[in-house]
Protein backbone atom coordinates (compact mmCIF):
# COMPACT_ATOMS: atom_id res chain seq x y z
CA UNK A 1 0.00 0.00 0.00
CA UNK A 2 1.30 3.59 -0.76
CA UNK A 3 1.93 5.69 2.24
CA UNK A 4 2.06 9.46 2.31
CA UNK A 5 2.77 10.53 6.03
CA UNK A 6 2.75 14.05 7.34
CA UNK A 7 4.56 14.44 10.30
CA UNK A 8 1.93 15.97 12.17
CA UNK A 9 -1.87 15.79 12.84
CA UNK A 10 -2.48 18.85 14.67
CA UNK A 11 -0.15 21.88 15.28
CA UNK A 12 -0.71 25.14 17.30
CA UNK A 13 1.70 27.90 16.41
CA UNK A 14 1.66 31.34 17.33
CA UNK A 15 1.84 34.67 14.73
CA UNK A 16 5.16 35.28 13.29
CA UNK A 17 6.94 31.78 14.33
CA UNK A 18 8.46 30.19 11.14
CA UNK A 19 6.90 26.30 10.58
CA UNK A 20 7.81 23.59 9.08
CA UNK A 21 5.09 20.97 7.86
CA UNK A 22 7.42 17.59 6.46
CA UNK A 23 5.20 14.70 4.61
CA UNK A 24 7.58 11.48 3.38
CA UNK A 25 6.35 8.87 0.79
CA UNK A 26 7.73 5.19 0.30
CA UNK A 27 6.53 4.74 -3.41
CA UNK A 28 9.50 6.52 -5.50
CA UNK A 29 6.83 8.89 -6.35
CA UNK A 30 7.63 11.96 -9.21
CA UNK A 31 5.20 14.21 -8.63
CA UNK A 32 4.27 15.86 -4.66
CA UNK A 33 1.30 18.46 -3.68
CA UNK A 34 0.82 20.73 -0.94
CA UNK A 35 -2.76 22.03 -0.87
CA UNK A 36 -4.52 24.02 2.18
CA UNK A 37 -8.19 22.97 2.62
CA UNK A 38 -11.09 25.50 4.22
CA UNK A 39 -14.78 24.94 3.94
CA UNK A 40 -16.48 26.03 0.96
CA UNK A 41 -13.01 26.67 -0.78
CA UNK A 42 -11.93 22.86 -1.60
CA UNK A 43 -8.25 22.07 -2.04
CA UNK A 44 -6.64 24.57 -3.30
CA UNK A 45 -2.97 24.00 -4.43
CA UNK A 46 -0.07 25.74 -2.79
CA UNK A 47 2.67 24.06 -4.62
CA UNK A 48 4.43 20.87 -5.86
CA UNK A 49 7.07 19.56 -7.17
CA UNK A 50 7.39 17.14 -10.40
CA UNK A 51 11.50 16.10 -9.32
CA UNK A 52 13.93 16.74 -6.94
CA UNK A 53 15.02 20.02 -6.18
CA UNK A 54 11.87 21.14 -8.58
CA UNK A 55 8.92 23.18 -7.97
CA UNK A 56 6.22 24.84 -9.01
CA UNK A 57 3.70 27.56 -8.09
CA UNK A 58 -0.22 26.52 -7.26
CA UNK A 59 -2.61 29.00 -7.26
CA UNK A 60 -1.57 30.17 -3.63
CA UNK A 61 2.11 30.49 -3.40
CA UNK A 62 2.27 34.00 -1.41
CA UNK A 63 3.51 33.33 2.28
CA UNK A 64 4.45 29.85 1.28
CA UNK A 65 8.11 28.29 0.25
CA UNK A 66 8.39 24.22 -0.37
CA UNK A 67 11.75 22.46 -0.74
CA UNK A 68 12.23 18.77 -1.96
CA UNK A 69 16.23 17.73 -1.25
CA UNK A 70 15.18 14.22 -1.51
CA UNK A 71 12.42 12.55 -3.86
CA UNK A 72 10.63 10.82 -0.74
CA UNK A 73 10.35 13.92 1.39
CA UNK A 74 8.81 17.48 0.63
CA UNK A 75 8.41 20.20 3.07
CA UNK A 76 6.01 23.32 3.24
CA UNK A 77 7.33 26.39 4.73
CA UNK A 78 5.19 29.04 6.31
CA UNK A 79 8.07 31.84 6.73
CA UNK A 80 6.20 34.22 8.69
CA UNK A 81 3.18 32.41 9.87
CA UNK A 82 -0.29 34.35 10.30
CA UNK A 83 -3.74 34.29 11.75
CA UNK A 84 -4.76 33.66 7.85
CA UNK A 85 -2.90 30.63 7.34
CA UNK A 86 -4.86 28.69 9.84
CA UNK A 87 -6.16 25.27 7.75
CA UNK A 88 -5.91 22.05 7.12
CA UNK A 89 -2.79 21.12 5.30
CA UNK A 90 -2.53 17.98 2.76
CA UNK A 91 0.48 16.41 0.89
CA UNK A 92 -0.42 14.12 -1.53
CA UNK A 93 2.24 12.38 -4.37
CA UNK A 94 1.56 10.75 -7.60
CA UNK A 95 3.24 9.07 -10.39
CA UNK A 96 3.70 10.86 -13.59
CA UNK A 97 -0.24 9.81 -15.32
CA UNK A 98 -2.00 8.51 -12.24
CA UNK A 99 -3.99 9.72 -9.23
CA UNK A 100 -2.45 10.74 -6.08
CA UNK A 101 -2.64 9.33 -2.75
CA UNK A 102 -2.83 11.82 0.47
CA UNK A 103 -1.37 11.93 3.81
CA UNK A 104 -3.82 12.35 6.61
CA UNK A 105 -3.49 15.78 6.73
CA UNK A 106 -2.25 18.62 9.43
CA UNK A 107 -4.76 20.98 11.15
CA UNK A 108 -2.41 24.27 11.67
CA UNK A 109 -3.89 27.03 14.02
CA UNK A 110 -1.79 30.26 14.46
CA UNK A 111 -2.99 32.39 17.44
CA UNK B 1 -13.16 31.17 -14.82
CA UNK B 2 -12.04 28.28 -12.62
CA UNK B 3 -9.68 25.41 -13.97
CA UNK B 4 -12.59 22.70 -12.13
CA UNK B 5 -15.84 23.65 -11.36
CA UNK B 6 -18.45 21.74 -9.27
CA UNK B 7 -21.92 22.49 -7.87
CA UNK B 8 -21.13 23.11 -4.00
CA UNK B 9 -24.55 21.03 -3.43
CA UNK B 10 -25.78 19.88 -0.87
CA UNK B 11 -27.09 17.55 -3.37
CA UNK B 12 -30.01 15.04 -0.99
CA UNK B 13 -30.81 12.00 -2.51
CA UNK B 14 -33.37 9.03 -0.92
CA UNK B 15 -31.38 5.56 -0.48
CA UNK B 16 -31.74 3.38 -3.25
CA UNK B 17 -31.61 6.12 -6.24
CA UNK B 18 -29.41 7.66 -8.58
CA UNK B 19 -26.87 10.40 -7.51
CA UNK B 20 -25.41 12.43 -10.33
CA UNK B 21 -22.23 14.23 -9.87
CA UNK B 22 -20.90 16.77 -12.40
CA UNK B 23 -17.47 18.67 -13.23
CA UNK B 24 -16.29 21.09 -15.90
CA UNK B 25 -12.62 21.64 -16.74
CA UNK B 26 -11.28 24.42 -18.17
CA UNK B 27 -8.19 22.67 -19.92
CA UNK B 28 -8.75 21.02 -23.01
CA UNK B 29 -5.25 19.85 -23.13
CA UNK B 30 -6.17 17.91 -19.41
CA UNK B 31 -5.14 13.87 -19.76
CA UNK B 32 -6.41 12.50 -16.34
CA UNK B 33 -9.18 12.61 -14.61
CA UNK B 34 -10.22 11.61 -10.81
CA UNK B 35 -13.74 11.28 -8.96
CA UNK B 36 -12.62 11.49 -4.46
CA UNK B 37 -14.36 11.18 -1.62
CA UNK B 38 -13.68 12.60 1.65
CA UNK B 39 -15.64 12.37 4.66
CA UNK B 40 -15.85 15.25 7.31
CA UNK B 41 -12.46 15.21 9.09
CA UNK B 42 -10.58 12.50 6.55
CA UNK B 43 -8.50 12.93 4.05
CA UNK B 44 -9.61 12.44 0.26
CA UNK B 45 -9.42 8.80 -1.33
CA UNK B 46 -10.02 8.02 -4.81
CA UNK B 47 -12.82 6.67 -6.07
CA UNK B 48 -12.65 6.36 -9.91
CA UNK B 49 -10.11 7.24 -12.48
CA UNK B 50 -10.67 7.61 -15.95
CA UNK B 51 -8.09 8.54 -18.81
CA UNK B 52 -10.56 8.38 -21.97
CA UNK B 53 -13.55 8.95 -23.72
CA UNK B 54 -16.91 7.21 -22.59
CA UNK B 55 -17.61 5.73 -19.80
CA UNK B 56 -16.69 3.44 -16.58
CA UNK B 57 -18.09 1.46 -14.42
CA UNK B 58 -16.66 0.04 -10.73
CA UNK B 59 -19.27 -1.58 -9.05
CA UNK B 60 -22.17 1.02 -7.82
CA UNK B 61 -19.92 3.95 -9.43
CA UNK B 62 -19.83 4.82 -13.27
CA UNK B 63 -17.52 7.50 -14.19
CA UNK B 64 -18.21 9.06 -17.47
CA UNK B 65 -15.97 11.43 -19.97
CA UNK B 66 -16.62 13.82 -22.81
CA UNK B 67 -13.56 15.87 -23.20
CA UNK B 68 -15.11 17.61 -26.56
CA UNK B 69 -17.51 19.23 -23.70
CA UNK B 70 -15.26 19.28 -20.73
CA UNK B 71 -17.02 17.51 -18.86
CA UNK B 72 -16.39 14.51 -16.54
CA UNK B 73 -19.68 12.94 -14.31
CA UNK B 74 -19.76 10.47 -11.69
CA UNK B 75 -22.94 8.02 -11.39
CA UNK B 76 -23.85 6.66 -8.05
CA UNK B 77 -26.59 3.77 -8.24
CA UNK B 78 -28.27 2.60 -5.54
CA UNK B 79 -27.26 5.21 -2.97
CA UNK B 80 -26.60 4.21 0.72
CA UNK B 81 -26.49 6.67 3.61
CA UNK B 82 -22.77 5.91 4.07
CA UNK B 83 -22.40 7.38 0.39
CA UNK B 84 -23.17 10.50 2.32
CA UNK B 85 -19.92 12.88 1.89
CA UNK B 86 -18.15 15.70 -0.72
CA UNK B 87 -17.04 14.36 -3.94
CA UNK B 88 -13.90 15.91 -5.24
CA UNK B 89 -13.32 16.27 -9.04
CA UNK B 90 -9.81 16.57 -9.87
CA UNK B 91 -7.67 16.98 -13.12
CA UNK B 92 -3.91 16.59 -13.90
CA UNK B 93 -3.28 18.92 -17.15
CA UNK B 94 -1.38 19.12 -19.60
CA UNK B 95 2.27 20.06 -20.42
CA UNK B 96 5.15 18.20 -18.43
CA UNK B 97 4.31 18.75 -14.69
CA UNK B 98 1.15 17.62 -14.06
CA UNK B 99 -0.16 19.49 -11.66
CA UNK B 100 -3.39 18.12 -10.10
CA UNK B 101 -6.07 20.65 -9.49
CA UNK B 102 -8.86 20.03 -7.45
CA UNK B 103 -13.13 21.15 -7.26
CA UNK B 104 -14.77 22.42 -4.24
CA UNK B 105 -16.83 19.66 -4.39
CA UNK B 106 -20.27 18.48 -4.21
CA UNK B 107 -21.47 17.57 -0.88
CA UNK B 108 -23.95 14.40 -1.35
CA UNK B 109 -26.72 13.13 1.57
CA UNK B 110 -28.07 10.31 1.10
CA UNK B 111 -31.21 10.01 3.43
CA UNK B 112 -33.27 6.90 4.56
Known amino acids: DVKVTQSSRYLVKRTGEKVFLECVQDMDHENMFWYRQDPGLGLRLIYFSYDVKMKEKGDIPEGYSVSREKKERFSLILESASTNQTSMYLC??????????FGQGTRLTVV | QKEVEQNSGPLSVPEGAIASLNCTYSDRGSQSFFWYRQYSGKSPELIMS????GDKEDGRFTAQLNKASQYVSLLIRDSQPSDSATYLC????????????FGAGTRLAVHP
Open chain 1, 92 to 101: ASSPEITEAF
Open chain 2, 50 to 53: IYSN
Open chain 2, 90 to 101: AVKGSGGYNKLI
